[in-house]
């Protein structure tokens, strides 16, 4: 599974007309509806959010996908391109596509569009310190992610922060991909993962941080473990979690309890569509709605092979290189009472395909770790690495 978000920093520049989209935004009156947002994706559910806070809704979205025009995106009406052509010539465009922006852009240009924005044009209109904060809670993650969680709130000196935490509750799954990346079809044995170590584990967490801006619950395919619902609830009420996603593969319609567990303002169902394979997809969706769940759909498009376990032979400097490149660099995964940097090292160290590598996870139920240092073991087991030594493992063709 893959769910990581990509966001824009890396695939344009900030403000591409500086101020004017500020200055457009603060003198129309609130409450209008000023701008298209060209992507009906998860950053354009963000910027329908961004707008929110400045009492702004978007005119409508765009986007060339044809499968997404003429539905309703959260609500706004999504028009094909060739209408915002005809219909909004002179509209202010926010580009809320991630990797794509460059070539939307481009597309943009080239029809004679002039005020294209980003979703960070619209961040930088936003006054945070005048916003309360229960009113930017929601996109709260995205800033962490962006690294501007510091323009939100201040945190105390010597606060840990985790930015990503995967809670694997089973290896059991319905599917058998080849090129998983958790490895499931690998697992000789697969099984539900004991619901009182998962709890054990979280509490020794929360215990030493302030605050984890993300967490995915996901397996193998979490809707067959009977005790997600006790998991939700433990992680809802630590009260340290900015957002959940619960990724399922759409093969399985979960009971009414755990839907129930699932409806709750910071949680999202993200379900990874294997087209005609997730055969309960349709119905979860409906089920979703009808319980006011928010959910996503991840399209499936193609599979990487992230290649065997061979050794690569790296030195060190090689292997720091990788892991600075790496998309999944913040990403800590709890398996079976151990926090490790990355699925593959988990699930690898798991089923015996990696050797044990200690410094590559840490033992969360080693209560011979005494609490002040285990504190300081986390803080630098997600701060101060510069590469796992599974990396010297892995990635075909590096
Ligand atoms: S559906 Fe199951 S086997 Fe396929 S990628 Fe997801 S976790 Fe792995």
Known sequence: MNTSLM????????????????????????????????????????????????????????????KKQCQLFHGYEVISFVKLCADYPDAPLVIAAGRYFNDIKQQLTNAGFKKIYSDLDVISCIDFKKVPFSKVEKIVWYMAKLGKLSEIRDFPAGSLHIPRLNVVVTSCCTLNCEHCSSLMPYYETQSNFDVSMIIASLDRIFECTNLIYHVEVLGGEPFLYK?????????????????IDVISNGTILPTDRVFLALKHKNVSVVIDDYGRLSVKKESVVNALKRFGIDYRINKHWAWADLGGFESRKRSEEQLTELFTKCNFNSCTELLDGKLYRCPRSSHGTKIGVVPEYIVDFIDILDLTIKEDFFKEKLRSFLYDKNFIRISLLQLKGN
């Not at 004017?20 to 947002?37: Q, Y």
């Open 7 to 66: 966001t824009s920093t890396e695939f344009y520049p900030m403000c591409l007309e500086k101020g004017d989209l500020k200055d457009f935004l603060t003198k129309i009156s609130t409450n209008s509806r000023p701008v298209v947002v060209f992507g009906a994706s998860i950053i354009g559910k963000i910027v329908i959010d961004l707008l929110d806070i400045l009492d702004l809704q978007p005119l409508c979205f765009c986007d060339n996908d044809v």
């Open 227 to 243: 005790d997600l619902p006790l998991i939700m609830n433990h992680l809802l009420g630590s009260g340290k979690i900015l957002h």
